[in-house]
Structures are given as structure tokens and as C-alpha cells.
């Protein structure tokens, strides 16, 4: 007869075993959400609802995916900080344009907002290696526009977006002046220990101890803290400290890893702030932090730098003509 022990014994590694078997078929459905549950894919306002200037951007990544994005102006001729912002994992770009109408006022920026693949209006389906890519497409196409300041464009991401923001900065250093990183996680191998605890044993990121079996199988890793220590950028960190989803030391444990190496690196804390509001629980603190972050990053070019700016690009105009 099978004692109660085995039974028991039978029934726990069922459960693991199922669990595995989840995240193996659907780790995509478990990280990227673009659709809310009892909402629809199509956004549910866009920035003309909310009298906002935009403009409807479409791109092709490198791998041919066509992508959607709303680039928002303060005003037609704003020569100020231009800031990528990349989403949480739910929801699509329209559900963030109220803290972007408050972002526009307060930091005096544009704002490019990218739909990731899958999401919103663009196609395709979510992947880590998918996003990288399109995150990639976003910053080429603001770094060839020529109604920006292209040296004062800012990453800033929240959650996932925060993820996303550390690689393209990573891997565009003469092209971001600097990153806002707010409520991020360390990687997906460590959230899922987070969000599923019987898989802590069999899952986790570089800083777990022991063999990790499942971490192969895992497609999109995100490993954010092996990535942000190679950052020299400026980078700013935004800790909402009663966060639900993240737990807060995950942003700790980046601070560390990164200003071990970067000394342009700022940690501030918002005592009230959870995972999505803290733009909102931080009040005139929170916009003040990033207003001074974006004018010591990228400072407001003075009228004579403009003007030899200008006279630079007619010289190099000229030049070129007569070649």
C-alpha cells in the first residue's frame, strides 16, 4: 500500500511538474500581456482625445515587422529632451497618456511611445529577441529626425519597458545620453521565483545559488542586472517602495551592480509608490527628481552653442556640395 507520505511526495511534484509544463508552453502569455483582460487590442483613447500634438509613426524592425508608435510633441518647434518611454508588460501605449500629459508639462520633452509587437496597433507576437529589435527601430528612427535635438534623447522604462531601455542603451552609447529606470526587475528568471515560489528551485538569475534546471527553457530572460553594470550613460533609479509586483530590492540590487562601476548613477526611493503609480504617489517630488536628472543629463543648449551648431551643419552643407 502507498504510505501518505508518497502520496503526498506524488502530489507535490505533480503540481511541479504541471507548473513546469506551463511555463514551458506559455511563458509569452505569462510575460507579455498586451491585452487586458475584458478590453480589446485597439487603443481606447489616442493623444488627439487628450488635445495632445502627435504624431502616428509606423516602422519596420530590422526582422520586417511593421510597428505603430505616437510620437508627442509639447509644441511644433520643442527643441527639448526627447524621452523614449517603454510600457509595462500590460496594456498598450494608451493606457500610459495620462502620466505622459503630465510628463509633457512638468519636463517641458517630446515623447515617443512604441507599440512592442504584438501590442496595440503593431504586428506580429512578443519576444525578447523580438522587442530588442524593435526598441532598436524606435531609436534610429528618432536619431534621423531632424525637428529634435538628437544629442538629448532619453530612455526611460517602467517595469519590462525598464528591461527594454537598459539593452538599447547598452548598445547605443553615443546615441542615449542617459536612462530613467522605475520599478524594474532584475530578470524574468528571478520574477518567476517572485510570482510562482514552488519554481524558485528549478529557476533564478545569475545571482541564485546552485544548478538552475529550468533557466534554458526560458525565452525571454531579460537579464537586466548582468546588462546594467556595462552602462556609462547617466542613469536614474525610481523605487516605488511599497511595489506589489516587483519586490523594491530588485531596483536595489541594480543601483548596486551599476554605480560598482558608473558613478553617474542616482537612487531615489518614493515611500508610497506600488508598481504603477508611483509617478503618481510621488507627486512634485517624483517630477522634480527627473525634471533636475534631464537638466544636469542633458542640459539646454545655450543660444551661442545653437548658433555655432547651426553655422557647423551650413559649413558641412557647403562642403559637401562642392565635392
Known amino acids: 500500500m502507498v504510505s501518505y507520505v508518497s502520496l503526498l ?15 514551458v508552453a506559455f511563458q509569452e502569455k505569462l510575460v507579455y500581456v498586451p491585452v487586458l483582460p475584458g478590453l480589446t487590442k485597439a487603443y481606447p483613447i489616442t493623444p488627439a482625445r487628450l488635445r495632445l500634438l502627435y504624431e502616428d509613426v509606423w516602422l519596420r524592425s530590422s526582422d520586417g515587422v511593421r510597428l505603430h508608435a505616437w510620437f508627442i510633441k509639447l509644441f511644433p518647434d520643442c527643441k527639448g529632451p526627447t524621452i523614449i518611454f517603454f510600457q509595462e508588460n500590460a496594456g498598450n501605449i494608451a493606457h500610459r497618456l495620462e502620466m505622459v500629459c503630465i510628463m509633457l508639462q512638468r519636463l517641458q520633452c517630446n515623447v515617443f511611445m512604441l507599440s512592442y509587437r504584438g501590442y496595440g496597433a503593431s504586428d506580429g507576437y512578443p519576444s525578447q ?23 538629448r534623447i532619453v530612455v526611460f522604462g517602467r ?35 517572485v510570482l510562482l515560489p514552488f519554481l524558485k528551485w528549478v529557476i533564478g538569475g545569475s545571482g541564485s545559488k546552485g544548478f538552475k534546471l529550468l533557466n534554458f527553457v526560458v ?36 543601483y548596486a551592480k551599476a554605480a560598482a562601476r558608473n ?61
Request: charge should be negative; proline fraction near 4%; aromatic fraction near 6%.
Open 9 to 23: 511526495l506524488y502530489g507535490v511534484g505533480g503540481i511541479v511538474v504541471a507548473g513546469m509544463a506551463i511555463l
Open 129 to 151: 529577441h523580438g522587442i530588442t529589435k524593435d526598441a532598436q527601430a524606435a531609436l534610429d528612427h528618432l536619431v534621423q529626425r531632424t525637428d529634435i535635438d538628437t544629442s
Open 159 to 193: 517595469s519590462l519597458g525598464g528591461a527594454v531601455g537598459t539593452v538599447l542603451t547598452k548598445n547605443n552609447p553615443d546615441k542615449v545620453a542617459g536612462l530613467i529606470l522605475e520599478n524594474t526587475f532584475t530578470s524574468i528568471l528571478d520574477m518567476a521565483g
Open 219 to 254: 525565452r525571454s530572460p531579460w537579464n537586466t542586472i548582468d546588462v546594467i553594470g556595462e552602462i556609462r550613460q547617466p542613469i536614474l533609479f525610481l523605487s516605488g517602495l511599497q511595489d506589489e509586483m516587483v519586490p523594491p530590492f530588485h531596483m536595489q540590487m541594480l
Open 263 to 323: 558613478r553617474q548613477c542616482l537612487f531615489v526611493e518614493f515611500p508610497s509608490g506600488m508598481h504603477m503609480d508611483t509617478w503618481l504617489a510621488g507627486g512634485d517630488h517624483y517630477w522634480r527628481t527627473i525634471q533636475k536628472y534631464l537638466e544636469e543629463t542633458v542640459p539646454e543648449k545655450k543660444d551661442d552653442e545653437s548658433k555655432k551648431d547651426s553655422e557647423l551643419s551650413s559649413k558641412q552643407k557647403v562642403m559637401k556640395s562642392s565635392l
